[in-house]
Structures are given as structure tokens and as C-alpha cells.
């Protein structure tokens, strides 16, 4: 049931590497070259072409279908089209009596907060879930009761874990035969680290922000996840390397509709528009896309298709606040 939370590493297909996707080993006796840092396109190309089986010509100009399905979407988004809530699963009905319940501890307790959620036997098993996962996890033994898991995390802590709980669902959609599924899977595993380096940011420079920069992590990829629910009315098999790019420039707009549609904190909604190309210098939109151009190279890394070296070069130039991003997460 909850198998999406799981982070496998599984090889690569041949041919589904980019151009230039592995670094070249230098030549026999020649000294070793500093590491290029990697750019941001070239991360956010490799990563969405990581989404789908076929290979992705990288230079291949926008097709007239693929124009087309931009412009649709992007239609349906300006004129807040029905069917951009459509892909949008609906947020748990009790979610404002939990987070009220969390939000004045002096008037819930582990049992209350427990019971509240038991209400909704689904949503409770999610939740659960999310606590045992391997992002969330904070010990080796699970957790078995959700009263236990309250105890062990307090309210403050089971905030989060609900948040990604009633979140995490987006994920969860019956996927076109061109995108490889369990790199899609990958994409829940990812916010989840996104996330939780925001957290850690957010605590080490004194953000009175935590918890919605938390949940501008845990949502930084929802219009992603719901525009690749559409793909399937494309009509070419391989995507084109300008497509991916109007893909990712369309989802970050998306997120922003889907944030104000679920009601999340205007803290939230404002450092994810940054993100959209709107006039903002908001430090801590900074710090997400920071933290989303690192997780991304690390499950690259971890697949092969980013040299070690480069994301050793990329960790570098990151501030203080992002120290400890990305060891020991296990991306899918």
C-alpha cells in the first residue's frame, strides 16, 4: 500500500541518458580537471528526462503537438479551468480540525489527536505510513499506534507528518506507458527530502517560517505531478528537450494554483511563486530552489547520470544553512 515511500535504486535503460549525460573519464596520465558545478537547466533537463522511458533528444525543438499541449494547459490554468482541480486530489474533510487541534496544544492530548484521526480509517493508515517511511523515520522499530506515533514526534512533529500524509496522494495516478513509473514514484520520495532540508534551513537561520517553508518543500513538485497525469494525449513517444523545459516552467505556476487551491499558508504560496518568474528576491525562494537543484542532483548521482565529482562541486558552493543536505537520503 505504501510501497511509493519505499527509495529502490534500480539501473538505467541504455539510451536513456541525455547527450551528454556521464562525464567523460579524462585521458591516461593527464592531471584531473576541476569539476564543472552543474547548472540548474542542466539538472532540471536531466531530471525530467529521467521521467520518462525513451530517450530524450535534448536538442530537439518544440513539436506542434507538444505546442499545443503547452498551450492548453496553460489556457486552463489562466482561466482557472475546472479541469486543473480535476488533477488535484481533494485535501483530507478533517484537516482543519487536525491542524487546529495541533495548533493549540493546551486543548488536545496523544489520545484526543489519535482519535480525531481514527475518524478517517484511510487517511489514519496514510498517516502511519508517512511515520514509518524512510524519510520521516526516527527510529528502527515501527511505529504501531498513531497514539504511540504522537507520544514519540509531539504536535509539533505530527503536524508535518499530516501535512505530507494528506498530501501525498497526488502522486498516486494510473501513468502513461511512456513515463517510468518508478522514477515518477520518485518524485513523492524527493519532495519529501526537499522538505525536510527546509526544515533544517529554516531552524538554522531563525526563519519564523518553519513550517511553511516545510510544506513549500513538500509541494514544490504537486503541478508536476499533476500535468504528467495528462501526457498520455501527446502523440509523440519521445519528448523533446524544449517540451521538458515548457514542462517545468508550467508546473512551478501550477504548484502556485494548487497551493492557493488547498488553502496552505500565503507564506507558502509566495516563496513557490519566486520560483514562477515573478519580480521577487524572497531569500528564502532562494534557499527552495537551492534545495530542489540539490535533491534532484542527487538522484541523478545516485542513478549514474551526474558524475560524483560535480555533485561534490555543486554541494560546495551551497551556504552553511544547507550543510548535511542530501547525506544519507535514499532517493528512489
Known amino acids: 500500500m505504501f510501497s511509493w515511500f519505499r527509495r529502490k535504486h534500480k539501473p538505467e535503460p541504455e539510451g536513456f541518458t541525455l547527450t551528454a549525460a556521464r562525464a567523460q573519464a579524462p585521458e591516461s596520465g593527464a592531471a584531473p580537471a576541476a569539476a564543472a558545478v552543474p547548472e540548474d537547466a542542466e539538472i532540471q533537463l536531466r531530471y525530467l528526462a529521467r521521467l520518462f522511458r525513451a530517450a530524450v533528444d535534448a536538442d530537439a525543438a518544440l513539436r506542434e503537438d507538444e505546442a499545443a499541449w503547452l498551450r492548453q494547459r496553460d489556457e486552463e ?171 517545468e516552467s508550467l508546473s512551478r505556476r501550477y504548484t502556485v494554483a494548487i497551493v492557493r487551491h488547498w488553502g496552505l499558508p500565503e507564506h507558502t504560496a509566495h516563496v513557490l511563486s519566486c520560483r514562477t518568474g515573478a519580480r521577487c528576491s524572497h531569500p528564502e525562494a532562494a534557499m527552495l530552489e537551492q534545495a530542489v537543484s540539490l535533491m534532484r542532483a542527487c538522484v541523478l548521482a545516485q542513478a549514474g547520470l551526474l558524475d560524483q565529482a560535480r555533485l561534490a562541486a555543486l554541494r560546495q558552493r551551497l551556504p552553511d544553512y544547507a550543510e548535511g543536505w542530501c547525506q544519507g537520503a535514499a532517493h528512489g
Open 77 to 247: 490554468l489562466r482561466s482557472r479551468h475546472a479541469s486543473l482541480l480535476e488533477q488535484v486530489p481533494r485535501l483530507p474533510s478533517l484537516m482543519p480540525r487536525l491542524l487546529a487541534a495541533i495548533n493549540d496544544p493546551g486543548k488536545g492530548n496523544a489520545r484526543a489527536l489519535a482519535a480525531l484521526l481514527e475518524t478517517d480509517p484511510v487517511f489514519a493508515a496514510n498517516v502511519l505510513g508517512v511515520v514509518n517511511g524512510p524519510a520521516l523515520r526516527v527510529r528502527r522499530e515501527p511505529i504501531e499506534s498513531l497514539e504511540q506515533a504522537v507520544v514519540i514526534l509531539g504536535l509539533s512533529g505530527m503536524r508535518e507528518v499530516i501535512a505530507a500524509a494528506a498530501i501525498s496522494p497526488i502522486v498516486n495516478f494510473n501513468r502513461d506507458r511512456r513515463l517510468d513509473g518508478e522514477a515518477v514514484k520518485g518524485l513523492w520520495s524527493q519532495s519529501l527530502d526537499v522538505a525536510m532540508a527546509m526544515r533544517l534551513a529554516a531552524s538554522r537561520t531563525g526563519s519564523a517560517h518553519g513550517f511553511a517553508l516545510y510544506l513549500a518543500g513538500l509541494t514544490h513538485a504537486s503541478g508536476l505531478m499533476a500535468l504528467l497525469r495528462g501526457v498520455g494525449s501527446l502523440t509523440a513517444a519521445v519528448p523533446s528537450g524544449a517540451f521538458l523545459s515548457g514542462l
